[in-house]
């Protein structure tokens, strides 16, 4: 069996991941974390039990580092060990530099990092006891290239690409295994805010000449879950848009 937690999982590229992962023929447990998607979240759930999948749901806002222990410590009651981590939960947003607020900057480091930061913290505690586990970091390929009008975004899953090769060389001798996926553009919620040109511009530069959909990333997750001898990588998923 395979207990995974799985960060803003209840739309977008984060249900796609869970979607494609429970087809998986082992035993799995779902430990479904949303903050401000309710709706989506116990839509989610019923229909992972109806699927006879065990699954266990919880809100919080992981801005806060005592609330992200928290769920962490949740979990960790309901099944003891937590196997695999996805780290999917995250903002963009498209501004011109010089309209970045302190608000907006602030916004999206506490968001893209310091709350990835806070969960793997406390999910690492119960990896290291038991010398297993797999996490796993949803980027950005904006975090490889970089994006005009999306610096703050770019820089936050830069930042998540560091820290997921500097912590697969220091979990490695204790069996943990550490990567993250650069995603291309996929048609999720978090990209409503680009427009119909920009979406063609970005179509016709992807060689593959089409957009992701969200259980491509379900497909590599699994993968990654799988496997057991790749570390520390930045897998790009994004139809050859940057090669």
């Not at 501004?95 to 709350?115: Q, S, V, Y």
């Not at 992701?212 to 790009?236: A, H, M, Y």
């Amino acid at each position: 069996m395979k207990n995974i937690l799985i960060t803003g999982g209840a739309k977008g590229i984060g249900r796609g991941i869970i979607e494609e992962i429970i087809e998986k023929k082992e035993e799995i447990t779902i430990l479904l974390h949303y903050n401000h998607s309710e709706v989506e979240a116990i839509k989610l759930m019923k229909y992972l039990e109806n699927m006879g999948i065990k699954v266990f749901c919880y809100q919080a806002d992981l801005t806060n580092p005592q609330k992200a222990q928290d769920m962490v410590k949740y979990f960790i009651e309901k099944i003891e060990h937590i196997d695999v981590l996805i780290n999917n939960a995250g903002i963009s947003q498209i501004k011109l530099f010089t309209d970045i607020t302190l608000e907006d900057w602030k916004n999206m480091i506490e968001t893209n990092i310091n709350a990835m930061f806070y969960v793997t913290k406390e999910v690492v505690k119960n990896m290291i006891h038991y010398k297993n586990g797999c996490i796993i970091n949803i980027s950005s390929v904006w975090g490889e290239t970089g994006a005009s009008c999306e610096v703050h975004y770019s820089t936050t899953k830069g930042a998540v690409n560091s820290f997921t090769k500097a912590l697969a060389k220091e979990l490695g001798p204790s069996n943990i295994r550490v990567n993250a996926i650069a995603p291309g553009y996929f048609e999720t919620d978090m990209n409503r805010e680009i427009t119909q040109e920009i979406k063609k511009e970005i179509i016709e530069m992807t060689p593959l000449e089409k957009t992701g959909e969200p259980r491509e990333i379900g497909k590599c997750v699994k993968w990654l879950i799988e496997d057991n001898f790749t570390t520390g990588q930045i897998i790009s998923i994004n139809g050859g848009f940057y090669i």
